[in-house]
């Protein structure tokens, strides 16, 4: 296959499935080596094991991965002869293999995403995975013995002849530079029958002229097998673009080291950045051609496609074989025009809605995914980020096949980390400090996801040593978070660790303490439409609780009109309605008003005032207050003239075509053919009102007494968002 | 190539002979040649050999051999010498000289 028949898209198209499989492999991979810390695996685990780490070998050979075909390459290794019984299992050899898999799944993201990563990234665990294969080969011959030979193919063949094979095995100067070693395709060739080696040194220099990471050596074999040909050539399958390389039967010697025109020359085409001056001839192939411009484009189609359950389509395309013929019956009834035909046209339309709605559940669960592929990524983190703090954590995740669509997903995985890190740096105490404490050496995570309602219910809850409100209110008071004299509540205090550049880290870490997390978890929270609220009691732990959407396409919306424009508000923002008493809106110092709700005051915002919409009803008491809730837990009125009702909106984006909006997170269509807005009540809290209608109204624009200017002026301040009116009131 | 002098230096080899201690062990070896430092090279720690090591250390015994000596080497290790035999190098290994 050559590039011109085998485009750069359909390249950029596998490269994105591979990695796509690999996410999956890798999780399940994960799964049972974390496993094999706790119990023994049997041969099927051990099996869908070395099957994952195979897949991803061969993928990456394909799209001339090489790092990560040589690290791979010697998992697999290790795995095959575990599998074989050469290699015991045991605490050590799990441990390495856990490590293994976490560098193999780095090796793959940086692969993915054309990350730059250390040179000696995985030096440190490849050699410990050598070295298990060199003491299971070198000083174990009793184990030698009892293992039954078996391919890294599976593919072992039954009572064969035993035939005379001669392998000319020629390297390239770069072989050892890519990471092969002769020595270990040598010993895979032992395992396969009787070998005699025998080595050509006569390319070898000076001492003093030699490159010392050049490859001088070239070999020939001679090997008595039972094996097919096809067999000996995989063993050579990753060096094969790195060797000049021939395998014959004892009855083609003659045709030895040159190219019999009779064999099949599968040349394997030459990797980016290796020579294509010489072409090896060997009969295997790998399934793809490597990839000469894999490594472009491809990052931005990654998430291109999901892979869906087969079930799922055929519904989807019963529901839409339906949907036809009730448009066709529709269609039919009006030619027909009979003298019933306004009820039959009504009982279609009702057949067509509930059509309509089934057919917008099955393509959302098209979409859907469980948070399985999220919460699968955490236990390696906890072990790289436990191991480095010297800490001693256990991860519990429970809900792990709760559904959430697959764009909530994705954005889900950052703000995981970094709760994760921080729960493990911030929240977890090392273990002499928790044994003081009365608490077991090992501290515990539980990250849990459930449905309720149209939202996914997330929590991280850690056994930690919770917030330090005295600390962290003494440090937001040193940073200016908040003024000396702000008479904060215990929410209002954990809230703080949200805020912009917070940190209380004693010393900035390389796991955490830079400030810049919980703020962008927020956002990131915010952005998906949730929520995130902490709990935290001291020396007892923190609970994190993300209230997210199911999906970001539809949502259910209230439509609220203000003068001639209708708005959409998140229906899960919405706290309750009220038309307030006109003494319970009340003027507030500094500008803007505040309603009183049982005894709480809330700020008033006017949709009329912020977005210039004429002949909206200006006084509370004659339209409506709809009373919502931020993602910080404060509340915040919202003045309209009436509720239209509440509606499943599909939501817009209104950056595709248009330039963002404050105050405003996306547009929709009404069934009238009109676009409506969608309100984005995050933005909303932080907003002022527009100056003109600030001088007629309310002046809301003006100073947050328990906030400093400069806070108060940040419109995304997770601090200040809807904070205003209730320090304002506390403090008076 | 300076002369041969009698003393005689010790060279202790590490445990892992990898792709990372090639170029140090080359510049070592030239360094031992260069100033014609008759040099024992004590193989007993090493555990783990790569082909890269190998090639340095046949390189420095042809160089040896060509001044009309012969290569030292003290008590090889199991994995050395089974990393010469498993290359096809028991042969080269023999023309050492063993203490």
């Known amino acids: 296959m050559s590039d011109s028949s085998f485009g750069a898209n359909e390249l950029d198209r596998f490269r994105a499935t591979f990695f796509e499989e690999c996410a999956e492999l890798i999780a399940d991979m994960e799964s049972r080596l974390s496993c094999m810390l706790t119990e023994t695996a049997d041969s099927e685990e051990l099996n869908a094991i070395f099957r994952a780490v195979h897949s991803i070998k061969a993928g990456a050979g394909a799209f001339g991965l090489k790092r990560l075909v040589t690290f791979s390459h010697t998992f697999e290794a290790l ?192 990797a980016p950045d290796s020579s294509p001056a010489v072409a090896p001839t060997i009969e295997h192939k790998p399934a793809a051609e490597p990839a000469q411009k894999a490594q472009s484009g491809a990052k931005s189609n990654a998430n291109a496609t999901i892979r869906v359950d087969l079930a799922r389509i055929d519904r989807l395309v019963n529901m839409v074989g339906e949907l036809v013929i009730t448009q066709a019956m529709l269609a039919q009834q009006i030619i027909d025009q009979g003298k019933d035909q306004g009820q039959q046209a009504i009982q279609g339309h009702e057949d067509l809605a509930v059509l309509t709605r089934e057919l917008q559940e099955c393509v959302m669960a098209i979409r859907m995914q469980p948070v399985k592929s999220v919460f699968q990524r955490m236990p390696r983190l906890v072990r790289e980020v436990a191991g480095k703090l010297n800490k001693q954590v256990n991860l519990v995740t429970h809900g792990e096949q709760t559904e959430v669509d697959k764009t909530v997903i994705e954005e889900l995985a950052d703000p995981l980390t970094h709760m994760i890190r921080n729960s493990i740096d911030h929240g977890i105490e090392t273990p002499d400090v928790r044994i003081a404490a009365g608490k077991p050496a090992e501290g515990k995570i539980v990250l849990s996801a459930a449905h309720v309602g149209s939202n996914i219910l997330i929590h991280i809850s850690d056994d930690g040593a919770g917030i330090n409100r005295e600390r962290l209110l003494k440090k937001a008071i040193e940073k200016g978070i ?174 595709d075509n248009f330039t963002p909006v404050p105050g405003i997170s996306g547009a929709t269509i009404l069934g009238n053919g009109r676009v409506a807005l969608i309100l984005d009540i995050e933005q909303l809290a932080g907003m002022t009102e527009r100056r003109r209608h600030a001088t007629i109204d309310g002046r809301l624009s003006g100073s947050k007494p328990a906030l400093l200017d400069d806070q108060a002026s940040q419109p995304h301040s997770d601090v200040d968002d809807g904070a205003l009116p209730r320090l304002a009131v506390g403090s008076r | 190539m300076s002369t041969l002098e009698t003393n005689t230096e010790n060279y202790i080899l590490p445990q892992v002979l990898d792709l990372n201690f090639a170029s140090e062990l080359r510049s070592m070896l030239l360094d031992k040649l260069e100033k014609g430092v008759n040099t024992t090279i004590d193989a007993s720690n090493v555990s783990r050999v790569t082909t890269p090591a190998v090639q340095i250390l046949l390189a420095y015994s042809k160089a040896i051999n060509s001044e009309g000596r012969k290569p030292t080497l003290h008590n090889p290790s199991e994995a050395l010498k089974t990393a010469f035999r498993d290359l096809g190098l028991d042969a080269e290994l023999s023309q050492w000289s063993t203490n």
């Open chain 1, 79 to 270: 795995l095959d002869w575990l599998r074989d019984g050469r290699i015991a299992q045991d605490e050590r050899v799990a441990t390495i293999l856990v490590k293994a898999g976490d560098i193999l799944a780095a090796l793959v993201e940086a692969a993915q995403q054309g990350k730059e990563i250390a040179a000696d990234f995985e030096t440190e665990i490849a050699n410990e995975l050598h070295g298990l294969l060199e003491e299971a080969s070198g000083g174990t011959s009793t184990h030698r013995a009892k293992a039954e030979p078996k391919s890294t193919s599976e593919s072992v063949t039954p009572a064969k002849a035993t035939v005379d094979y001669r392998i000319s095995f020629s390297p390239h100067a770069e072989l050892f530079r890519h990471a092969n070693e002769p020595l270990l395709l040598i010993k895979e060739l032992e395992r396969f029958g009787t070998l005699h080696t025998f080595c050509d040194t006569s390319k070898l220099p000076s001492l003093a002229a030699m490159e010392p990471e050049d490859a001088y050596f070239s070999w020939t074999f001679e090997l008595s097998t039972n094996r097919s040909k096809a067999d000996i050539a995989e063993v050579f399958e990753f060096v094969d673009q790195d060797c000049i390389l021939d395998i014959s039967e004892s009855a083609e010697e003659e045709a030895f080291g040159l190219f019999d025109d009779d064999e099949p020359k599968a040349l394997n085409e030459p």
């Open chain 1, 482 to 655: 908040v003024t000396p004299n702000a008479n904060l509540s215990d929410e209002e205090i954990d809230e703080l660790i949200f805020a912009p550049g917070f940190s209380t880290a004693a010393a900035v870490t390389d796991v955490s303490g830079r400030g810049v997390g919980m703020d962008v978890v927020r956002r990131n929270i915010v952005g998906l439409g949730g929520r995130i609220q902490v709990q935290s009691t001291f020396g007892k732990g923190t609970r994190f609780t993300l209230i997210i959407p199911l999906t970001l396409a539809v949502l259910d919306g209230m439509i609220v009109a203000s003068g001639s424009e209708k708005y959409i508000l998140p229906l899960t923002s919405i706290i309750e309605s009220f038309r307030p008493d006109k003494s319970q809106v009340r003027e507030i110092t500094g500008g803007g008003q505040v309603a009183s709700i049982r005894g709480e005051y809330v700020r008033l915002v006017y949709l009329c005032k912020i977005f210039d919409v004429p002949g909206a009803v200006l006084e509370p008491w004659k339209g409506l207050v709809v009373l919502v809730e931020t993602a910080s837990g404060n509340k915040l009125g919202i003045v309209v003239d009436e509720l239209i009702g509440q509606q499943q909106v599909v939501i817009k984006s209104l950056l």
